[in-house]
């Protein structure tokens, strides 16, 4: 079993910029994607990012350039850079890590609030 902690959330201006981290709680070997998603209330979870074990990067349509996803030396940390944060990028972000037998471990969230 796979813990995941998210950390960076907040409360941010609109234009300003974020950086979330999630670090799991043990060598995440074998694992196949890492990545974050969000989810506002009473909407569905979303991807925002994710990358492969192969380095292979994805983003939802609605980054358009603002996010970079990133891991440490040892996979075991993801990043999230958000910059130009929109009021629209308000939701919980959680961390996800999963593998390629359909296994998913989940971190328990963290708020980001764009709000002048």
């Known amino acids: 079993q796979i813990q995941l902690e998210e950390s960076g959330g907040g409360l941010v201006q609109p234009g300003g910029s974020l950086r979330l981290s999630c670090v799991a709680s043990r060598t995440t070997y074998g694992i196949a994607h890492r990545g974050w998603y969000r989810q506002v209330p009473g909407g569905q979870r979303e991807l925002v990012a994710r990358?492969?074990?192969?380095?292979?990067?994805n983003y939802a349509d609605f980054v358009q350039g603002r996010f970079t996803i990133s891991y440490g030396d040892d996979k075991d940390t993801v990043y999230l850079q958000m910059s130009s944060l929109k009021p629209e990028d308000t939701a919980v972000y959680y961390c996800?890590?999963?593998?390629?037998?359909?296994?998913?471990?989940w971190g328990q969230g963290i708020q980001v609030t764009v709000s002048s």
């Open positions: 990358i492969s074990r192969t380095d292979v990067i």
């Open positions: 996800n890590f999963d593998r390629a037998s359909g296994i998913d471990y």
